[in-house]
């Protein structure tokens, strides 16, 4: 069993910028692939970066690509979302969630364990 508890998001204007945090607790957090999904007002979710478990391989959406960076402190037990040029489109509850395979991936279905998410609104 792993928690995970994100915390971080908030109101910014068009064009700032906000660190996103999860933390892990529970079961060893390196065993897990790390990763960030979204779902905005009306929209399903999906899928903004993912992470390796050593934190070596790392993958974003296209829609993020340049603009977003996930990072991960094994030490710490913590994943990060680094957001830039925030954009109206990226407002969303973001998720944080835990792959049991270890390997970085895309898909929701691979991500066991899932976050109660944090607000990020982007104001223009």
């Known amino acids: 069993q792993v928690q995970l508890v994100e915390s971080g998001g908030g109101l910014v204007q068009a064009g700032g910028s906000l660190r996103l945090s999860c933390a892990a607790s529970?079961?060893?957090?390196?065993?897990?692939?790390m990763g960030w999904f979204r779902q905005g007002p009306g929209k399903e979710r999906e899928f903004v970066a993912g992470v390796s478990r050593s934190g070596g391989t790392t993958t974003v959406a296209d829609s993020v690509k340049g603009r977003f960076t996930i990072s991960r402190d094994n030490a710490k037990n913590t994943v990060y979302l680094q957001m830039n040029s925030l954009n109206p489109e990226d407002t969303a509850v973001y998720y944080c969630?835990?792959?049991?395979?270890?390997?970085?991936?895309?898909?929701?279905?691979?991500?066991?364990?899932w976050g109660q998410g944090t607000q990020v609104t982007v104001s223009s």
């Open positions: 969630a835990a792959a049991p395979t270890g390997r970085v991936s895309r898909v929701t279905d691979d991500y066991r364990y």
């Open positions: 529970g079961r060893t957090h390196s065993t897990y692939a």
